[in-house]
């Protein structure tokens, strides 16, 4: 959740002012195990038809301004770090036909390498963990490496930070249909943050259990409220006794 959602993050505060579509384009580069499947991604020679283009090469063609994430890249066929290499290098691509995609003002991520097993990632601090370094340095050659800007490093969450992501996605729920059509504004306790805090995070997952735990405790509840109670233009959202609680505040 949290590599991800920094992509997000990045991709609007860079491109979403303006663009009518999802500024980030993930690709998930565990279905890139085999050198053939390169030509999925920089495009290949059908044999009747001409030259099907790529899907990074198709999309940066139509949306040069937007957030590329290459999830997992550790688990791609090492053929695909060639391409990278050209790409990283001048930020220009070239398909089979010749044509050039131009990534200059584009932002490229990779995610998930030097992981050690067992250890949970998210957010903690901004250290830069030497063994992961060790670790990426082992799968790239050193010229690829030396054309990465630089590393960051996950770290284990803590408290804090899990009720901050808590919060921020409760307050998601107020993009909800049922809710931004009635115009109601959603209050959450520090109580009810932190219950979905302790709920939904797992020192193995991390916080990825947040969103389902909302969907479990909150959203059922501001459903039966939305269909059985009256107008109001603020709902508090608590935890009671008996689990989550909502009235018109």
Same mark, same amino acid.
């Given at each position: ?16 002012? *303006? ?13 890139? &195990?085999?050198? !053939? ?14 030259? %099907? ?22 688990? @791609? ?5 060639? !391409? ?15 044509? %050039? ?18 250890? #949970? ?8 963990? &030497?063994?992961?370094? *060790? ?6 050659? #050193? ?9 960051? %490093? ?5 408290? $804090?930070?899990?009720? &901050?992501? !808590?919060? $921020? ?15 109601? @504004?959603? $209050? ?10 302790? @709920? ?19 959203? #059922? ?9 009256? #107008? @109001? ?9 008996? *689990?989550?609680?909502? $009235?018109?505040?």
């Amino acid at each position: 959740m949290g590599k991800t959602a920094a992509a997000k993050a990045l991709a609007e505060y860079f491109f979403a002012n *303006g663009q009518t579509h999802d500024p980030l384009l993930r690709i998930d580069m565990s279905e890139f &195990q085999h050198p !053939a499947h390169i030509g999925r991604l920089i495009g290949y020679d059908n044999g009747r038809d001409g030259t %099907t283009p790529g899907k990074l090469i198709q999309h940066v063609r139509t949306k040069p301004f937007s957030v590329i994430l290459l999830d997992e890249i550790e688990k @791609a066929h090492h053929s695909l770090f060639d !391409a990278l290499l050209a790409l990283l290098d001048n930020g220009l691509l070239t398909d089979r036909l010749g044509r %050039t995609a131009d990534f200059r003002n584009t932002i490229i991520m990779t995610t998930n390498l030097g992981v050690s097993s067992g250890t #949970p990632i998210g957010f903690a601090d901004n250290r830069t963990d &030497q063994t992961s370094i *060790g670790d990426i340095k082992g799968l790239f050659r #050193p010229e690829l490496f030396n054309r990465i800007d630089r590393v960051l %490093t996950f770290n284990s969450v803590d408290r $804090r930070p899990i009720e &901050q992501i !808590a919060e $921020r996605e409760l307050g998601l729920l107020q993009q909800r249909p049922g809710i931004a059509q009635r115009r109601i @504004a959603l $209050r959450f306790s520090p109580g009810l943050v932190e219950e979905v805090a302790r @709920a939904g995070f797992s020192p193995k997952y991390g916080a990825r259990p947040l969103q389902r735990a909302i969907e479990r405790l909150v959203v #059922p509840v501001l459903t039966e409220w939305l269909f059985g109670d009256g #107008p @109001a233009d603020v709902l508090w959202v608590d935890r009671g006794k008996s *689990g989550v609680e909502v $009235r018109a505040a």
